[in-house]
């Protein structure tokens, strides 16, 4: 899963949702300066992720794109199922996708000393660009597909999987829907979110 999913499944913890978006980058357990909430949204990140790689839905999703995109097929799933959840997210959220987003993108700036290097480079772009609320769209997600593709050294062009997730749109989203019910429950039982 990607940002707005991890974000989302921090449950309105503010400190959760830190961890869970500078886990990518934080090496190993080098957890100096964080807070011991920011510390268990790392966690949680990390449980998130081995949760969604092992789990048979997003694979079946994943397979999609995994003869064209090899090694880049999770990276796209991981986006395309925020896609899903953007579209969504009035089924998950009493907040309109829009308010959402403000409201991490605050959390985020009102914690911005907390933000290792990578991560503030990102928020800078994802606040530019609204990147949380236009992943609802499929010109978004193309538009997220491209930037990222300049930032792979051999310039693997990852928007060029847009015309697969048009063809099997309906299919993706059905699995999106019974893959995130499980990673839901799966979280609701974890200790970081014990007591919210």
Do not use: W
């Amino acid at each position: 899963m990607n940002y707005l999913a991890h974000s989302y499944l921090s449950y309105k913890n503010p400190e959760l949702i830190i961890g869970n978006f500078i886990a990518d980058s934080i090496q190993g357990n080098r957890f100096e300066g964080l807070t011991e909430g920011m510390v268990s949204g790392i966690r949680l990140h990390r449980k998130i992720d081995t949760f969604t790689d092992s789990h048979p839905v997003y694979l079946t999703s994943k397979h999609r794109f995994s003869k064209e995109f090899d090694k880049y097929s999770g990276v796209l799933m991981d986006i395309i199922y925020d896609h899903y959840l953007a579209k969504n997210f009035h089924l998950y959220s009493e907040l309109s996708l829009q308010e959402y987003a403000t409201s991490v993108y605050l959390l985020l700036e009102d914690h911005y000393q907390y933000l290792p290097e990578h991560a503030k480079r990102f928020y800078g772009y994802m606040t530019e660009r609204n990147i949380l609320f236009h992943y609802s769209s499929l010109d978004g997600i193309e538009s997220v597909l491209t930037h990222l593709s300049h930032r792979i050294r051999n310039r693997f062009e990852l928007q060029k999987a847009v015309p697969i997730l048009e063809k099997e749109y309906l299919e993706i989203e059905e699995e999106f829907f019974l893959f995130f019910d499980d990673l839901q429950a799966f979280c609701k039982i974890q200790p970081e979110l014990s007591g919210l």
